[in-house]
């Protein structure tokens, strides 16, 4: 019998973290491997963060901070809100926390009692479900499809709800679909969460300014449903910042409070350098933002184009983040060496085998019928890994 709590034993291990590490394992083998696998930008953090942190270190800031984050951080997240998103919050509904990730946690611990359900478009970013489980909460997926460009309409999400549903859950620009919600899309999301009052919305943000169509668009914006909004954002993505695990969220005050005891008796604050890092950040101007995004958006045309002609693939163009999630049902039942290839997480351990090239299989992200590629690596390495993946393809009869 196990010793450990059916609450572990009921979680899965984090697919994107496992793949990074079964890469990382057959390289320190010798093995050249090419990790598609982590969504992580490639880029260093820019230099004026780096030197804040710097500053930060001789200037101690080395003691506990307030365990929603400095004053003048979450003020300047307040004013970033502001003026990039045209959001009114005050600097008292911002909790600074250990990375994006600790801050959805938050949000769901603090707002689900077990049994309740949580409505979770998928695909979904892998994290959400496993979230939701240890909140003792229930998932309630609503699927879409390449077809739909992966986004759900309002009458599939008035379908999904009960009068169990307490929480919606969801990213855009979307990880791991690279779509985005136009404001006509999520008024017609916030249309039906009009209609119910007791439901809240957590709007995942943190790929905001990898967004290749328009400017970016918060489900917050709309006033009849924003004190039910919780917007979750962070510095990993568009600061190249994912090591130093900073993250935020912007809600009503009785949730900020919430947020606020209950990270006070897990992590505390967030590390007091990273946070003078994170004003920094959020002082210094969009520019290494805005470069970054164009990086991505030259890789996205490129690895479009190199996926397309690989026969068995089905793709969308997506419109943001850095990932593409083709269908890849057409090789279901193809075998290689007489090994059966039967749903998405085996294609994806097969082209770690064969071709050298690590990906995640959709399971883990609620759709079996696809894989989920990062393309934030540099062009040479995107080029070589597409002539991998196809040519580990074409080996499946
Ligand atoms: N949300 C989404 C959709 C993500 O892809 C990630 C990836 N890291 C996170 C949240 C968490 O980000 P972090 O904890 O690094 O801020
Ligand atoms: N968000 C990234 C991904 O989806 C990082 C991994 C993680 O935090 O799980 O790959």
Sequence with gaps: MSILSNRINNLTESQ???MNKLARELAAKGVDVI??????PDFHTPGHIKEAAKQAMDENYTYYTPVAGYPD?????????????HLDYDASQIVVSTGAKQALANAVLCLVNPGEEVIIPTPYWVSYSE?????????????TTVEQNFKITPQQLEEAITPLTKLFMFSSPCNPTGSVYSKAELQGLAEVFERYPQIYIISDEIYEHINFVDSHESIAQFDAIKERVIVINGFSKAYAMTGWRIGYSASNKELAT???????QI?????SITQRAGVAAYSGGLESVLQMRDAFKRRRDLVYGLLKDIDGLKVNLPD???????DVTSYFGKSYNGKVINDADE???FLLEEGHVAVVGGDSFGDRKSIRLSYAAADEKLIEAMNRIKGALAKLQ
């Design 16 to 18: 994107t973290m496992k």
């Design 320 to 326: 943001g983040a850095f990932y593409f999630f083709p």
């Design 131 to 143: 979230i939701v489980k240890l909140a003792e909460g229930k998932s309630v997926f609503i699927n």
């Design 267 to 271: 992590t505390s604050a967030t590390c």
């Design 258 to 264: 919430a947020i606020d005891k209950l990270q006070g």
């Design 35 to 40: 990790s598609l696998s982590l969504g992580e």
């Design 347 to 349: 294609l994806s351990l």
């Design 73 to 85: 951080l979450r003020k300047a997240v307040a004013h970033k809100l502001s003026e990039e998103n």
